[in-house]
């Protein structure tokens, strides 16, 4: 591909061919190629808008038509690479036993390691390097939920992955515990069969395991009443019917996946990064509740859950400690918070001590 001749088709197979080898070696469970046509998927994405079910994300009303027209967020681009990385964490705590135990919090376990964003993002620049060894400058960026991005209907048509009915991607070789990245680029790659289109059949695991019924419908998620949302990216007060529901959740939520069967399948992470750090596979709920902020932000140095900041964190927790069960402990640390500054912190803390009748 470096000499002067034109490349042929057959070049272009054998350059996909390396790169998805290359992207292996990187750490890349799942690689795919797809073209940039997602008309089909724009009018689903403009009445789930239009609905309001996406909560407080106003961004994901922002960018117009870019989100489902590459090209437009990437001028040239005509191909999109992408990859998947495992990060279920293994030699951790069963996520099962932990959500089971009332004196036990629970984290997301895509959640437990080091933060997905710049790791993933690193090696599909070092993907996007090896492929201009071989090429030569091209046209590329690097995403990874950083942008207007349409990640699981571009990893459908990659082959890479399909949306089950809690709208999570699941790959049914490697289950949904994956997170998904691209690569937009300029290069005539050929592209690949899409993903099968419906991997869930009869089943509705996932629809009557969400403990706020958060699936409203097969492939229909209302993020308002989804514990993810609410413990991440809800920056106010959880409405107080959704709090008995949380249950020990203090950081998203894996319910739907956990009971999902393609799970059976699925690997554990390669990358020590991805393991959990500090105990948070199964912590106590009242330590996570005592750490001042500096705490917070060193314990969480590298982790996604740094981002939420050390007042919605202890919203979180608030609730998590109002849900256990009733203790003179719990009371005595849900009272060390009962005039934090934050009043968002207050009100939840006020709700979990009349949860304990001791407000
Ligand atoms: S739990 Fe069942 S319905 Fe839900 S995503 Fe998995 S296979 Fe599909």
Redesign the pocket.
Known sequence: MTNATQPTPGDWSDLRARIAGWARELGFGGFGVTDVDLSAIEPRLRAWLEEGRHGAMDWMERHGTKRTRPAELVPGTIRVLSVSMDYWPPDSESAKGTLKDPDKAYISRYALGRDYHKLMRNRLQKLARRIEDEVGPFGYRAFVDSAPVMEKPLAQKAGLATQ???TCA?DPERGSYFFLGELYTDLPLPVDEPARED??GG?????NACPTGAITAPYQLDARLCISYQTIENPGSIPESLRPLMGNRVYGCDD?QL????NRYATDAAEQDFRARNGLDSPDPVWLFSWSEEEFLRRFEGSPVRRLGHALWLRNVAVALGNAPTSERIVDALRTRQDHPDPIVREHVEWALRRHHAA
């Open positions: 089950g009915k809690h699941i991997v869930c089943c509705r695991a996932c629809i739907c009971v999902c069967p393609w």
